[in-house]
Each structure stands twice: as structure tokens, then as C-alpha cells.
């Protein structure tokens, strides 16, 4: 069975006018605001996360409850390439409620571009 959720944080957010962000929007249902623990990383004209076990690590995004969650993942992975792999992951939602969700991470951590504030549009 496919993941529900699916956090993003970087081009596929709302507002974003990459076609695969309409595609998101279309085929599913904004849940919210939400982070993960993890490191976010600047590669230019998008970003990418690896995860972390360090608390206070915190990507932050937007959670979407998928409407058809095979078909819509299969496109998005398709999109993410191959220097990303979908995982599942805790997401702690504004209500600081608890959600298991899918996300997409780096293969490979990169060696600089580090945004320690988790956020992708506010730079540190």
C-alpha cells in the first residue's frame, strides 16, 4: 500500500510553478504545515534533504493527503530523478500532532549549500 502523506519542502510547494506542483495540487488535499528532522541543502534552483537523528535538525514544508497515491508518487518519482529516493518519515504537523509521511531525500549528502534554518526560501 502507498503512503497517504507526502511532505515536500522544496519546488513541489504551493505556489511553486513547476508543473509537477500543479500536478501535487490537483491530486491531493494540502494537510498543513509540517517539519521533519533532517538537513536541508541549497542546490541552486531547488533544494534537497538528507535525514537526521539530531534534534533541533528541522527541514520544513507542507504536508498533502494524496488522493491517488500509486499513480501520483509514480509521477513525482519520475520527476525527483535518481539522486533522490522516496523514504518514509515522522512529520510533526503546526498542531504538533504526529503523522507518518513520505518524502523525498538526496542519495548523497552534499558537502556544502547547508540552509541551517530548515526552510528553503529563507536562507541563513
Known sequence: ???AYLFVYGTLRRGSPNRFARLLAAQARY???GRMLGRLYDLGNH???VP???????VRGEVFLLKRPPATLAALDRYEGSEYERKMVRVQLASETHIEAA???LKREPTSGRIRSGEWNKHD
Do not use: L, R
Not at 52 to 58: A, L
Open 52 to 58: 537526521s537523528k539530531v534534534q533541533g535538525e528541522w
Open 47 to 49: 533544494p534537497g534533504a
Open 31 to 33: 494537510a498543513g504545515a
Open 103 to 105: 518524502a523525498y531525500f
Open 1 to 3: 500500500m502507498s503512503p
